[in-house]
């Protein structure tokens, strides 16, 4: 089944879940704008699309903005109770997919339809994870997340299409 709602986490997914600081101590993330054609994927097919982050950071409210992702949770302790209340009342958990890479994604990752883990996850939160990426997070793992649930439900050459005759 095709999502109608794909999470993920950030550090460790999106960007390589390193910290950068530079002399001033301003913090640096680094994202890799392969994911956001992951975004673009599922915007052309109506999945909305949400961030989960345990940091609260306004660097990735601005990665956020700029994807125009449909939600942006930042600062979050307990990642389930925050897509409880995302879905509660508009998803199935069959209906959500989530990718994440470590312990604080495992209660998500057990709940959701589709679950992935990038491929430097431990793999101790790769058990938990129906789709294991070959990518690293930090590396187009969001993006191969999306392709491959697309391919799974023989969807890709239908959004390339979509995205192919916008493009005309």
């Given at each position: 089944?095709?999502?109608?709602?794909?999470?993920?986490d950030?550090?460790?997914?999106?960007t390589?879940?390193?910290?950068?600081y530079?002399?001033?101590m301003?913090e640096?993330k680094k994202?890799?704008?392969?994911?956001?054609?992951?975004?673009l994927?599922?915007?052309?097919?109506g999945?909305?699309?949400?961030?989960?982050?345990?940091?609260?950071?306004?660097?990735?409210?601005?990665?956020?903005d700029?994807?125009q992702?449909?939600?942006?949770?930042?600062?979050?302790?307990?990642?389930?109770k925050?897509?409880e209340?995302?879905?509660?009342?508009r998803?199935?958990?069959d209906e959500?997919a989530?990718?994440?890479?470590?312990?604080?994604d495992?209660?998500l990752l057990?709940?959701?339809?589709?679950?992935?883990a990038?491929?430097?996850?431990?793999?101790y939160?790769?058990?938990?994870?129906d789709?294991?990426?070959?990518?690293?997070?930090g590396?187009?793992?969001?993006r191969?997340?999306v392709e491959?649930?697309?391919?799974?439900n023989?969807?890709?050459?239908?959004v390339?299409?979509?995205?192919?005759?916008?493009?005309?």
């Amino acid at each position: 089944m095709l999502p109608k709602l794909i999470l993920t986490d950030v550090d460790g997914v999106l960007t390589d879940g390193g910290m950068y600081y530079d002399e001033e101590m301003t913090e640096l993330k680094k994202f890799n704008t392969s994911d956001s054609v992951g975004v673009l994927f599922c915007k052309l097919l109506g999945i909305e699309v949400g961030f989960i982050t345990g940091e609260n950071s306004p660097i990735v409210r601005r990665r956020a903005d700029k994807l125009q992702v449909n939600f942006c949770c930042l600062g979050v302790k307990d990642k389930l109770k925050c897509a409880e209340e995302l879905i509660a009342g508009r998803f199935s958990w069959d209906e959500v997919a989530y990718i994440g890479d470590d312990i604080n994604d495992i209660h998500l990752l057990e709940k959701v339809g589709v679950k992935g883990a990038p491929n430097n996850a431990p793999g101790y939160v790769k058990r938990y994870a129906d789709i294991h990426l070959s990518r690293n997070g930090g590396d187009g793992a969001f993006r191969e997340f999306v392709e491959t649930i697309l391919v799974n439900n023989n969807m890709l050459e239908e959004v390339l299409n979509i995205y192919l005759d916008d493009k005309k």
